[in-house]
């Protein structure tokens, strides 16, 4: 419970330091297309970062096990997804951009299994 919270949290702080480097550090270093991709990791990485968030707030009010399966699907969405952009920004090859959409599936499985665990508790 309290480990999603914590997971979460971290992420929002990497976020942050993530998005005031590539928006401090990189702007002069990249092209507007790796910029793109950095802001557009720190993006999806925020967001899943408060879901996961939510994920440890609502184990602590109505343990489920079906909610654990939707933290860690969106713990491994923001390193892929995430990753792969970062990676890619920084000079990765272009085939990481194949990591991306793998990224992607963990964030909709992890919102699908989260949809899941939520409708079993009003059941």
Known sequence: ????IFIGSLNLLFAVVLGAFGAHGLKARL?????????????????HALGLI????LLLQ???AAARPAGWALQL????????????????PRWFGAITPLGGTAF???WGLLAWAAWKLGQ
């Not at 419970?1 to 999603?4: E, S, T």
């Not at 969405?77 to 990765?92: D, E, N, P, Q, T």
């Open 77 to 92: 969405g923001i390193v892929l997804f995430s990753g792969s952009l970062y990676a890619m920004a920084l000079g990765a």
């Open 54 to 57: 939510a994920i440890g707030l």
């Open 1 to 4: 419970m309290l480990n999603f």
């Open 31 to 47: 092209s507007v297309e790796q910029l793109g991709w950095w802001q557009t990791g720190v993006q999806y990485h925020s967001w």
């Open 108 to 110: 909709i499985v992890g």
């Open 62 to 64: 109505a343990p489920t």
